[in-house]
């Protein structure tokens, strides 16, 4: 891997630099895999590119964003560091160092000392209000929300790998705030925007789908040691940012997974890199990447695995839990910690009063199964649920499938007691008919006994064949 970082220039005049805050800087490559060495401390510059391009001044034949030499300044300005990593000027033009470099993403954020956010131009004035007050006003707080930083893919790994991670104005008043600081403004600022205006979850999320992903990103870095969250939270956050090049995403999820020393050579492609992305977890025995929306794969004991595809998670909402652990043998996959329940004609009691009390309905209202099953599917649908309306009713709560079911197939339903959400867990249907097994995806709303959880048989190899 070629790692490269921008540094002080002064006692290496023969290199190509440039003239930053009054200082000389040039690159220089720090660090060979194969070669261990111990680089300067650093700091990462994060930061978004915009619609402009400018040429790049280590290489005019490159063109970076006109944003990068401007978050550059804001990050020397505002700190004390001596290097610096900033992508357009530190990741290769040429693979297959780029790819290497591109797949380090978590690797380069986790090991700098500092990471600082530099948000656009229009932002400065919710960086510099932070300073002043533990509030910001309806204003900032709508331009806030559609900054290109807070949507983009690239936010959620470059915060949560980080050591330390501020926020600094662009401009010259020198605004600092703090991570957590920020995390606590802006939180604070919508909870006081949603009592104002008596709005819940859901509509602030449909309002502010932006600054929503964000909060959940910055309490996944405050409360989650590194590597410690899950391959499902990962693809829920990610679900809500954006992307022009798929490839981006891809590395941005291996970023938020993994410190790994790269592997990947030649040219990339979705495929490859969704392959990669799940052996990365699979590595970690992480196996939450499941619980995608994506279609099954068809090979032989691989039924259970999504298609090497872009990876959307079934319920894009926040969840607990660090891992889907399972474990293969001469039989096939072995999921842990699974409860296995079975269709019922009724909810049982506790099930339902715990769904009312989570749709906050109140205790005077008469509703049947059918009714509060109605009312559950167009919650999670408000919270970007795409799945079947037509749900399965357990005794112990709503499976609502991604895909129909038909009526002429055995079902085993497997809901996870490792990952979950306040309203359930994700699960999947292992289906069997005629023409052998196949999985399906879905969402579990109701009382999980965790109690009854064991480890569950499924890519079964001899009876897929």
């Not at 104005?169 to 600092?176: C, N, P, Q, T, W």
């Not at 099954?296 to 990876?311: C, E, F, K, N, S």
């Not at 008469?366 to 795409?386: H, K, P, Q, V």
Request: glycine share 6%; proline share 5%.
């Amino acid at each position: 891997m070629e790692w490269n970082l921008l540094v002080d220039a002064s006692q290496l005049t023969d290199r190509p630099s440039i003239n930053l805050e009054g200082k000389q800087w040039c690159l220089v490559n720090v660090l060979d895999f194969n070669e261990p060495a111990n680089p300067p401390e650093y700091t990462c510059v994060s930061y978004s590119w915009g619609d402009g391009r400018a040429p790049n001044p280590f290489d005019d034949s490159r063109a970076m964003s006109v944003q990068t030499l401007p978050a550059l300044t804001a990050a020397i300005r505002n700190t004390s560091a001596n290097a610096f990593w900033i992508d357009a000027l530190c990741v290769p033009p040429q693979f297959p160092q780029r790819r290497a470099s591109l797949e380090s993403m978590g690797f380069v954020y986790s090991r700098a000392s500092h990471v600082v956010v530099v948000l656009s131009a229009s932002s400065f004035d919710a960086v510099e209000q932070m300073t002043r007050s533990d509030r910001l006003d309806e204003e900032s707080l709508q331009i806030l929300d559609q900054d290109g930083w807070i949507r983009s893919v690239w936010t959620y790994q470059e915060v949560v790998n980080s050591q330390r991670l501020m926020f600094v104005s662009g401009s010259s008043s020198g605004a600092i705030v703090d991570g957590s600081k920020f995390l606590d403004r802006v939180g604070y600022t919508l909870d006081l925007y949603k009592k104002k205006h008596s709005l819940d979850a859901f509509d602030i999320r449909e309002r502010f789908p932006g600054l929503d992903s964000l909060e959940d990103v910055i309490a996944d870095w405050i409360l989650s040691p590194y590597q410690q969250r899950s391959a499902f939270q990962v693809l829920s956050n990610l679900d809500r940012r954006s992307w022009i090049d798929p490839l981006n995403y891809f590395y941005a999820m291996m970023g938020a997974v993994t410190d790994r020393r790269p592997t990947g050579t030649g040219i990339p492609s979705i495929e490859k890199l969704a392959d990669t992305f799940m052996k990365i977890c699979e590595e970690k025995n992480d196996y939450s990447y499941i619980y995608s929306s994506a279609d099954r794969d068809q090979r032989v004991g691989m039924r259970w695995r999504p298609t090497a595809t872009i990876l959307h998670s079934v319920l894009p909402w926040h969840s607990g839990g660090e891992a889907q652990r399972a474990q293969h043998d001469s039989e096939g996959l072995w999921l842990e910690e699974m409860v296995t329940l079975e269709v019922s004609p009724a909810l049982g009691g506790h099930a339902q009063q715990m769904i009312r009390d989570w749709l906050h309905l109140p205790e005077a209202a008469s509703l049947t199964d059918a009714n509060l099953a109605g009312l559950m599917y167009n919650t999670l649908s408000r919270m970007g649920f795409t799945g079947n309306s037509a749900c399965l009713t357990t005794n112990d709560g709503f499976f609502f499938p991604q895909l129909p079911i038909s009526e002429d197939v055995d079902i085993v339903m497997l809901i996870s007691a490792g990952i979950s959400w306040t309203l359930g867990a994700p699960g999947i249907l292992q289906v069997s008919d005629k023409d052998g097994f196949s999985y399906i995806p879905g969402v579990f709303a109701g009382v999980i006994e965790k109690y009854k959880a064991s480890s569950v048989l499924i890519g079964i190899y001899n009876l897929e064949e």
